[in-house]
């Protein structure tokens, strides 16, 4: 076999009758694919009929590294889990950092596709080529947090991987945690793991590396590479200084900081939940994930120990959408996420739809059971979050499900601020022109970290757009979409492209696969990957109409702040996007997919 940075094996699990098997990886597929997030894709594609029940036991759960996971490349560690979504019910590929990843691939594995339901709860521990799956019936209840511990107790050095009761309790907003407080967080992956009574993964390697196709060139691009990173504002200062919660002042002072459930898009406190503050009154320390230079992950305190601080989005949506302004609490929500292994983004989100339901008359005082759901109450946002994660209560149980199926069972979809029923994060679409065009074509629903329009359209990188035009956002949108795919796969962090360019990923890839990819080769294969998860949605029942924003986006103006008076102008960008992108009625022709070598996915 040549000298590469893929293993070469995969690992496939049975859960239905305990058989572990070690398969060959396709060199030529995974190449084609990169990793990661267009390798998984392309397995669940072919593995799976994309119409079945997503917490059925048809429906497989794929861990894939990228092509670089484990090498000597900045933020080198990352994996993603892709199914099918229960919350979407389309493609999810959830992406996580920590050492989890890492050492997966150091334990000789590049990925692991799980099929079937287990009889009762299980756990896999992979002590390099020993795997096995071992009883979790112990495990089974316990918080994330308690799970790992216990198994660390029992595999020195090891990684854990694990669902905490949201899982179990199949809550569609069910995220994977490992490594303490690092999430596969979106899409409800957490659940179908929960729907297999798969409990954990825990691993343990003893290597540390990876071979690599061209160690010199690999060699030479990491020095080029790291002085970008160091220099660069955002990844040189920004980020390691105040973590992504650096943005809350940043898209506040645009006047695209949504408010109680998106009703205002201008918070007048928001530096009192900023990322100056939190470092000024509540950091304990920073986090590196797998070989990271930058350290973006928050430290701090609770109850005498160090736990893991709130990203950006969780800060919004516990604060500025929530309105409570109180880092302290939406720290202690942020570490019921963790524990109980929910989405840190789409919970608070929910929350915040309750809360409107709640503020408007539609949920009443009874149906809080206590607790009322009232913008501002620091109590409503804690308990909640319990409650969902627990699937608590008539209510509760209704909320973890996410906003979509809360606000429609209540006859006010609108309230629901979501694209594909997942949760929109932290910017407003009213006055970031692209972001919106990406929220509304992203193949997993709503989501920044698909096509980070915020980027050039705020941060300058690689240059400053006007966030109030749509003028060139398809084509701009197009490339950052393609291009995270590629990162994605690659099994890097998307914030190194702050600081790095095309040209920087393909030597990376080159020099660690063997392959001659070129900008433009890179490129289309992120184009490759963003196609075929758009023929997986389109198989599993997607319409052209579910590329589209929440109507209080593109109907209601901003009424507050620098933005006030904008809306979304999704109805320009759309029709431009699909031309660039060579689909018509929001899926690729077949001259899209000939070209791209996918016609074959697009049969029947």
Known sequence: METTSYNGKLLRINLTNSQITIESLNLDLAKKFIG????????????????????????????????LTGAAVPTGGRYVV???????????????????????????????????????????????????????????????????ETLKAEYEKSSVLNIGPGGENKSLMAAIINDGDRAAGRSGVGAVMGSKNLKAIVVQASRNNIPVANSEAMRKEMLIAMKKIKEDGVTGTGLPTYGTAVLVNIINET??????????????????ISGETLAEKYLKGTYHCHRCPIGCGRVVEREGKNIGGPEYETLWAYGGNCGVHDIPTINEANFWCNELGIDSISVPCTIASAMELYQKGYISEEECDGIPLAFGSKEAVVEWTKRIGLSQGKLGTLMAKGSQRLCDAYGHPEFSMSVKKQEL????????QGIGLNYATSNRGGCHVRGYMISPEILAHPQLLDRTKTEDKATWTKIFQDLTAVIDSMGMCLFTSFALGADDYATFLNAGTGTT????????????????????????????????????LTEDSIVDGPSQGQKNHLNIMLPEYYAARGWVNAFPTKETLIRLGLEENDRS
């Not at 894709?41 to 894939?64: C, F, G, R, Y």
């Not at 994060?425 to 970031?432: E, K, L, M, T, V």
């Open 82 to 148: 892709v199914t099918k979504s229960p919350l979407t019910g389309m493609i999810a590929c959830s992406n996580s950092g920590g050492e989890w990843g890492a050492k997966l691939k150091y334990a000789g594995f590049d990925g692991i596709i799980f099929e079937g339901k287990a009889q009762s709860p299980v756990y896999l521990s992979i002590c390099d080529e020993k795997v096995e799956l071992k009883p979790a019936d112990t495990l089974w209840g316990k918080t994330s947090s308690e799970t790992e």
């Open 255 to 272: 006047g695209s900081f949504p408010t109680d459930n998106w009703q205002g898009s201008y918070d007048k406190n928001a530096e009192i």
């Open 425 to 432: 994060p932290a910017y407003d679409a009213r006055g970031i």
């Open 36 to 67: 990661a997030r267009g390798l998984g894709t392309k397995i669940l594609m072919d593995e799976i009929n994309p119409e079945i029940d997503p917490l059925s036991s048809e429906n497989k759960l794929i861990i894939m590294t990228g092509a």
């Open 517 to 552: 990819h070129t900008v433009e080769s890179l490129l289309e294969a992120g184009e490759r990957i963003y196609n075929l998860e758009r023929i997986f949605n389109k198989k599993a029942g997607m319409k052209a109409e579910d590329d589209k924003l929440p109507k209080r």
